[in-house]
T-cell receptor
């Protein structure tokens, strides 16, 4: 079974600064996807960024980028130029490719607060 | 609709009662997922539908939990004889599921269930 670990329950950052959220995972699979989801107080889960395990290049979406280290099974999220609207819970998630059920396996989350 | 919708938004019930939670996926999305989020925790997978069939029910915690989907659209999650430990936010997600394993899951706002 796959597991996802987020070791930072809470983090804070000043507006306009950069912050990195950590995520490690455990799997014996070779073909999978990794995700970061954001959950603001509204409860709506919003996809931030996605990484295919077979791609060596790190995914980037505007101010959000990842550092994917496949051998180390590490998948950190970097948020640049932090904004107040980035305040939310951030969840790292794993999806095994194929096998019929593409369910997501989530970490416990990191609560990020962006301070003005 | 524009996104995944869920109803009710909040549900308070007494221990021992049955509850039904509804999910309306994005039109055309064949895959539908139910997850449970306990307070301060990440999401736990409950069940996956592909069309109207449920090939993966591995996350249902007990036989008090069941779900169905009709018309490849609306899904209902039923919890019988609710217990206090069932208190959680129940989230639904849908995806296109084209078979490539890359489809993003889009989440609804969830139903917060409180069992007194």
């Amino acid at each position: 079974a796959q597991t996802v670990t987020q070791s930072q329950p809470e983090m804070s950052v000043q507006e306009a600064e950069t912050v990195t959220l950590s995520c490690t995972y455990d799997t014996s699979e070779n073909n999978y996807y990794l995700f970061w989801y954001k959950q603001p107080p509204s409860r709506q889960m919003i996809l931030v960024i996605r990484q295919e395990a077979y791609k060596q290049q790190n995914a980037t979406e505007n101010r959000f980028s990842v550092n994917f280290q496949k051998a180390a099974k590490s998948f950190s999220l970097k948020i640049s130029d932090s904004q107040l609207g980035d305040t939310a819970m951030y969840f790292c998630a794993f999806m095994k490719r194929g096998g019929g059920s593409e369910k997501l396996v989530f970490g416990k989350g990191t609560k990020l607060t962006v301070n003005p | 609709g524009a996104g995944v919708s869920q109803s009710p938004s909040n549900k308070v019930t007494e221990k021992g009662k049955d509850v039904e939670l509804r999910c309306d996926p994005i039109s055309g999305h064949t895959a539908l997922y139910w997850y449970r989020q306990r307070l301060g925790q990440g999401l736990e997978f409950l069940i996956y539908f592909q069309g109207n069939s449920a090939p993966d029910k591995s996350g249902l915690p007990s036989d008090r939990f069941s779900a169905e989907r009709t018309g490849e659209s609306v899904s209902t999650l039923t919890i019988q004889r609710t217990q206090q430990e069932d208190s959680a936010v129940y989230l639904c997600a849908s995806s296109l599921a084209t078979g490539g394993g890359t489809d993003t899951q889009y989440f609804g706002p969830g139903t917060r269930l409180t069992v007194l």
